[in-house]
């Protein structure tokens, strides 16, 4: 089946060819790339031309490898100061901590020819450094917000799957890149056609950019209960001012025992330990991604004590977390 040969309104055929550049830095998100620069492939098949020209970027004009660790050619490097209408870097996971003045003297030289720029998955946080996230709202994966906010404390950050702000695009990672993309197509020089139909093509459905990333419990305890899910966000959104069981049964006008019922039917844990769960889940992704120090982390997880916060981490995670931070360090 010829999919070009769909009729398509809006004066798509129309439409101007833009050109797009994809900086890979070592280690990463494969899947990432993918759902970026598939939309392009689908819309120039759509359109019957290409309308739509990326090229992948290297720092060193090298192969690049990803996460996962496979390995993909570059067609070109920062030094050739190629100019783009769009650049995007797509960011390592975890940051590396190297200043690379390469990448920054590239994305100001890019922002200077009036390209817009952009962030995949931590690429944001590239941007953030070279200066020019100032005054943007942004997105990171939810992994490096607390990073992007601590290095960068006056950025707007949200936690939603991708942010377009006037010239600066910005998305979390896995597959929040094809949402983003989408979007770009179907707002001028695009048609919001050919971004339905881009959709269709890879049998995938249209999330909005207001649609916040899931990084709790609630992803993968699926509850299908009202009452439960909210309960649950109620414990994610007072992490460092903890409530008690009390207090999240009367906001939402049950007893504490039917609470209880619904935690021990659909998750067979008290409410009290899901809240201790979600707490020392968010400790661990701060001991991580963050330089916070042990006392810093505990305030920001609702311990008052680092004696109580340390047991109580050992016991859920069978290490002790400052053991933990220098194992996870160490496979950096």
Known sequence: ????ATPMPDGIHDLRVSTFGFLLIKDFSLIALSTAVDPLRIANMVVGRKVYTFKLLSVDGDSVTSSDGIRVFTEGTIADNEVFDTVFVVGPNPIPQPRNLGITRWLRYQDGKGAALGGIDTGSYYLARAGLLDGYRCTIHWEDQDLLVERFPK???????YEVDNKRYTCSGGVAPLDMMVQLISQPPGTRNLGARVLELLVAEKRSHEQRQRASLRQYQGTE????????????????????IAEIAAYLTVSVRQLERWFHERLNKTPAQAYMEIRLLR?????????KPLEEVCANTG??????????????FEISPITDRKRYQGML
């Open 225 to 244: 209960l009202p009452k439960l899910e909210e309960a649950l966000q109620l414990m994610e959104s007072n992490i460092e001012e903890t409530l008690s």
């Open 303 to 316: 311990f008052v004590s680092t004696t109580h916060f340390a047991t109580k981490y050992k016991a859920q």
């Open 155 to 161: 950025l707007i950050v949200s936690n939603r799957l």
């Open 283 to 291: 400790a661990r992704q701060l001991l991580y991604r963050t330089a």
């Open 1 to 4: 089946m010829n999919h070009a």
